[in-house]
Nanobody
């Protein structure tokens, strides 16, 4: 069982940066893949980025070169550094975890979820 808590969301202007954190409980966190998803109003939850237990990373095309996912297993924390933010990045961002592979882009494949943190990018 893994419990996840997101933090770091907020309001930022276009072109600004934010760093999201996902803090996890459980001593086996280092064996889990972790992902970030986002959901805008009236839209389906969308894959953003994922990181495997050996730090292989995956990104949706729309954030490549702007977002970076990383993990610190000693702190049981995964980060999402978001640079050059755009209004279309506005959404609630969720952290998710699963045992096994990180390459699953459907939210249905991820077992554990946090409650989300709001990111708003003003134009």
């Amino acid at each position: 069982q893994v419990q996840l808590v997101e933090s770091g969301g907020g309001l930022v202007q276009t072109g600004g940066s934010l760093r999201l954190s996902c803090a996890a409980s459980g001593s086996t966190f280092s064996t889990y893949a972790v992902a970030w998803f986002r959901q805008a109003p009236m839209k389906e939850r969308e894959f953003v980025a994922a990181i495997s237990k050996i730090a292989v990373t995956y990104y949706v095309d729309s954030v490549k070169g702007r977002f970076t996912i990383s993990r610190d297993n000693a702190k049981n924390t995964v980060y999402l550094q978001m640079n050059s933010l755009k209004p279309e990045d506005t959404a609630v961002y969720y952290c998710a975890a699963r045992p096994g592979g990180a390459y699953f882009r459907s939210y249905r494949e991820w077992n554990y979820w946090g409650r989300g943190t709001q990111v708003t990018v003003s134009s």
